[in-house]
């Protein structure tokens, strides 16, 4: 009897990719991918890494399939824009063992900063997309996702969405299969990527999709279902279940295969139902196509283009139905904050004091742009703070930055914040560069990096040194304090941000929800001595509240004794215990 466990769909991700047979496995982490890469690490028989940033997990991925094993590379959505290079180029080159890029998208933008369709860059591309609607379907199409990869010679993309990453089915478990490595022949015609081989094989890529359209009308996971014709609906995805449950007797088209189309099947599904409809989140992908054809249909005119959809979408503007939705309860405003004693609220405490104004990055020091702290003024991309802070002095001069100073993360800053750094020293920058080292990529879960010493599975290794690496780029003033040390690192970003030149200040304290970041220490308050200034209020911790007459009061629930609030205080009410 087969075996059956509940599983998160990038769980099941990686169960597939165990089954399938992979030998390697690269990633980069990011919301919501990641746990991928935490799921199929414990399978041994697979090579799974942390790779510096998505480009480079592309790359290892593409490099374990030429040699002829299966591979697989994970990531978020922006960190397909990331790995976009090799991908293109992959798609041309084609796959001997099975080359699978897991791509998660964010529709609602739970954890993102735009809100963008994989399956587009994947059309351009010109890589297949299998996109699953369940836990189950994640597994077998991660497997049938290699099949088809090695069939077609070409890369393949799985797209997934927050919904179906983090929601849970049951999942049939099946044995590995151990596949044969595709031996390694030399083929410079199609291996090396030069204009001349690259028009051949261009040939090659349009003629595979074609094949694989037609192909694809015969695949079980396109799937036509005819009940009530007066109403068909094309969908895929987690979008197919909300039409299950909303439109429990319309005909309905699933495709699994979402790029190329199998236009012969839908033509003929098509053909058999009243009204045309086609459900899919975020852009008309699928929907533009059929209407290239000729063929009737309504999509993004009555759906939107933005957020997630619902099966009450559907019965409010297919059905019409008036849905008596009780109105959500009015209750304060709960915005993200930095956690109790989070490293990043000090280092922006002295920030906010001196005026100075912040290019931020993508992470949890993020927050350092809303109240109270109030110090992000910018944020693009992974590792942007660093070019934009270059851009602004190249533009308006030294002495424009001289109260601004890019902000970056451990983890963000070897991802891509090194080549923008390279840049300033070359291109004579004068900024000013925090590096926020809390020895972890935090706002994804504590994964390690190449500068925690730590790999995926755990296994100590060689740490990248941030210090000795900013001086091997040629920066001349670096500087290591720590961010709990208010005014020697106030000290620092005075003097340095004066500076005619490129300077970095690494700014270390752990996360305080590490592990090894156990609490040992409380800080009290001391009512009488209290003088009600609020100075220790101003970073905003939210173990720190009022009393009724104005005093201070530190909730001991909340409160890791990191001190904050008893250095900023003047006259001695507040104290560290153990």
Request: hydrophobic residues 40%; aromatic residues 6%.
């Amino acid at each position: 009897m087969s075996e059956k466990k509940i599983m998160l769909g990038n769980e099941a991700i990686a169960r597939g990719a165990y089954e399938a047979g992979v030998k390697v496995s690269s990633a980069y982490p990011g919301t919501p991918s990641t746990e991928i890469s935490e799921n199929i690490v414990k399978y041994p028989e697979v090579y799974a890494e942390w790779a510096p940033n998505e480009k480079v997990a592309m790359e290892v991925a593409i490099g374990a399939s030429i040699s002829g094993v299966r591979a697989m590379a994970s990531m978020k959505m922006v960190g397909v824009n990331v790995a976009s290079d090799p991908l293109y180029t992959a798609a041309y080159i084609g796959a001997n063992g099975g080359l699978v890029i897991v791509a998660a998208d964010d529709p609602g933008l739970y954890s993102s900063q735009n809100e963008q369709d994989s399956r587009c860059v994947a059309r351009v591309a010109q890589v297949p997309v299998l996109e699953p609607s369940d836990s189950q379907e994640a597994k077998d199409f991660t497997k049938l996702a290699f099949e088809y990869s090695e069939k077609y010679d070409t890369p393949v993309m799985i797209r997934t969405t927050t919904r179906l990453a983090h929601s849970q089915g049951p999942v049939t478990l099946e044995p590995r299969e151990e596949i044969p490595d595709k031996p390694y022949e030399r083929n410079v015609a199609k291996n090396v990527m030069m204009p001349a081989q690259a028009k051949a094989r261009h040939i090659h890529v349009e003629n595979r999709l074609k094949k694989m359209a037609e192909d694809a009308c015969g695949f079980e996971i396109n799937k036509a279902v005819y009940k009530d014709a007066k109403i068909g609906v094309i969908t895929s995805g987690i979008p197919y279940t909300y039409v299950a449950e909303a439109l429990p007797n319309a005909s309905v088209l699933k495709l699994g295969l979402i790029h190329p189309l199998p236009r012969r099947l839908i033509e003929e599904f098509a053909s058999k139902v009243e009204t045309l409809y086609i459900f899919e989140e975020l852009e008309p992908l699928i929907e533009e196509q059929v209407k290239s054809w000729g063929i009737k249909c309504i999509g993004k005119e009555l759906f939107t283009l933005q957020g997630e959809y619902s099966a009450n979408m559907l019965r409010e503007r297919v059905l019409g139905e008036k849905l008596d939705i009780a109105a959500p309860a009015k209750v304060p405003a709960r915005p993200p904050i930095l956690c109790p004693g989070c490293p990043h609220r000090s280092t922006y405490s002295v920030l906010k004091k001196l005026k100075i104004h912040g290019a931020g990055d993508i992470g949890c020091y993020t927050l350092g742009a809303v109240a109270p702290l109030d110090v992000i003024d910018t944020t693009v991309c992974m590792g942007a703070s660093i070019s934009t802070l270059h851009g602004m002095e190249k533009a308006k001069g030294k002495d424009y930055i001289k109260n601004w100073v890019a902000l970056i993360g451990d983890s963000t800053f070897l991802h891509t914040g090194v080549n923008s750094l390279m840049n300033m020293v070359y291109n004579q920058s004068s900024g000013t560069v925090l590096i926020l080292d809390n020895s972890t990529t935090g706002m994804t879960g504590h994964q390690d990096h190449a500068a925690t010493g730590k790999m995926l599975n755990g296994k100590e290794t060689k740490a990248i040194s941030l210090y000795h690496l900013c001086k091997a780029i040629g920066v001349e003033h670096v500087y290591e304090v720590d961010a709990f040390d208010i005014d020697k690192l106030e000290e620092l970003v005075k003097r340095e941000t004066a500076r005619d030149d490129t300077s970095v200040i690494i700014v270390c304290a752990p996360c305080a929800l590490m592990k090894s970041q156990a609490t040992k220490a409380k800080c009290i308050a001391i009512p009488e001595k209290c003088k009600k200034c609020g100075m220790c209020l101003v970073p905003g911790c939210p173990a720190l509240t009022k009393n009724e007459d104005g005093t201070v009061k530190i909730d001991d629930t909340m409160c890791n004794g990191c001190g904050l609030c008893m250095k900023r205080c003047k006259f001695d009410a507040i104290e560290r215990v153990d």
